[in-house]
């Protein structure tokens, strides 16, 4: 009677354990990052006793521990997917910026409206309301430049403040993910408690990979050990520590540091947010230094046909722009209108054929075709990004779901085994009542 009691109290002990994990299962459908948790059920065998092979069974069932259900294969596809992704989308959001600072301040328009004012100055170049507003013309591109200059700076500003919080995210994750690998080894294995890890665990790296591509290994216990671009980068996270990730831009240059035991060592990002930086960083040092050759050119142009001609008062033209530091710092030296050097040398205050050379500078490497240019180059790029993009959600999403269907909770599986353990506790409740009705019925007998 005392094997039949201590069965189906065996029995009832699994069969319980086993409602109490279908019914965690069942609660947590659609939770983001919850894996599916089974029971292992075995058989109760005891080594020695009665049986001459030295191994008694058939004394019940226990519950063996508490398995997840996961992929480590599949979760690396995800975390690959999703950096692949988010260097793609980050690099398409600073090309945004960059298009907002050129187009902007209209730099395009206003250098076409300044050769436009040169064409109509040259049809009469007498008329002073036409100097003047070619003067005008001239101060407001002048301004366009400057605008868009800042402008661009702005963007590598906020570049650099949107890569150092990266890198402080990036270090507070890697410092959660190390307290995360302590709580696993001092965790018995196979345990509610260590399958709630697991999980925070996966999710935390799947945060990282977002921010930069990585390479994660496991132990016994699902310890994580994390490298920095790739299988062969520097570790950040080990069984109990973790590193520090620190950003410095040099114009184009871009250097992520990591400091992990008190070394230190380079990290080149291949996927993340980071490599997008590291991206858009080069683009925006291209379009800087594009843009102040354009400048360059356009003040150089300018003035070069003003020394070419004479003003209204046969004098020989003097410079319309000056640069104050930087190239696109472009200021306007001229105040007087009659300083326009209309008039070819010798031809007089009506003379209008030198400013006939600014159109000659309309080629398709000049000033203003080369800002028109810079934005289209630009708005092309940013095209192909969000291509690229899209391709690669569907290639996340589809990863996504292929670890769900290995991990994830289907709701008709739990509700089978919601009923099968719910018997099978039944049946193990009812050897109990049989043992102790048959139990009582020996000790009644006189």
Do not use: C
Not at 69 to 90: C, F, K, L, M
């Amino acid at each position: 009677m005392s094997d039949l009691l201590s069965i189906g109290a065996s029995g009832v002990r699994a069969y319980q354990t086993a409602l109490t994990t279908v019914s965690e299962n069942i609660a947590n459908t659609g939770v983001e990052g919850y894996s599916r948790r089974q029971v292992a059920l075995r058989e109760v065998q005891v080594t020695g006793g009665l049986a001459s092979g030295g191994m008694t069974n058939g004394l019940g069932v226990s519950a063996a521990g508490i398995v997840r259900s996961s992929d480590v294969y599949a979760g690396e596809a995800v975390r690959a997917a999703a950096s692949d992704v988010s260097r793609t989308e980050v690099g398409a959001k600073w090309l945004d910026g960059i298009e907002d600072a050129l187009t902007g301040d209209r730099l395009s328009e206003r250098l076409t409206g300044f050769f436009a004012s040169s064409r109509a100055l040259g049809a009469e170049p007498a008329s002073s309301a036409l100097r003047a507003g070619m003067l005008g013309a001239a101060e407001s591109a002048a301004a366009a430049f400057t605008a868009t200059g800042r402008a661009v700076d702005q963007v590598a500003a906020d570049l650099d403040t949107n890569a150092n919080q990266s890198a402080r995210d990036l270090t507070q994750l890697a410092g959660t993910l190390a307290k995360i690998n302590l709580g696993l080894g001092r965790t018995q294995r196979d345990t509610a408690a260590a399958a709630q890890l697991s999980d925070q665990r996966d999710q935390v790296l799947e945060q990282m990979s977002a921010l930069i591509d990585l390479k994660a290994n496991f132990d016994a216990y699902g310890r994580a050990t994390v490298r920095l671009g790739g299988r062969n980068g520097p570790v950040m996270v080990d069984a109990a520590r973790s590193g520090q990730l620190s950003y410095a831009r040099a114009g184009g240059a871009v250097a992520l540091t990591l400091s992990f035991g008190g070394e230190g060592g380079v990290v080149d990002p291949q996927g993340g947010a980071l490599a997008g930086i590291v991206d858009a960083a080069q683009r925006i040092n291209d379009t800087r230094r594009q843009l102040d050759a354009v400048a360059t050119r356009f003040a150089t142009d300018v003035n070069g046909v003003q020394a070419a001609g004479q003003d209204v008062n046969g004098v020989a033209g003097r410079p319309i722009f000056a640069a104050n530091g930087s190239p696109t710092e472009l200021g306007v030296a001229m105040t007087d209108p009659s300083g326009i050097a209309a008039a070819g040398v010798g031809g007089g205050p009506r003379d209008g054929t030198n400013l006939n050379r600014f159109e000659a500078l309309r080629t398709a490497t000049g000033a203003e075709a080369s800002a028109t240019a810079l934005v289209t180059d630009n708005a092309t790029a940013l095209r192909q990004r969000l291509a690229i993009a899209d391709a690669q959600g569907a290639i996340r999403d589809g990863a996504v779901t292929a670890r769900a269907s290995l991990s994830g909770v289907d709701l008709d599986n739990e509700a089978v085994d919601l009923l099968r353990f719910q018997q099978a506790y039944q049946a193990s409740s009812r050897v109990i009542q049989v043992a102790r009705e048959t139990f009582n019925s020996i000790l009644e007998i006189r």
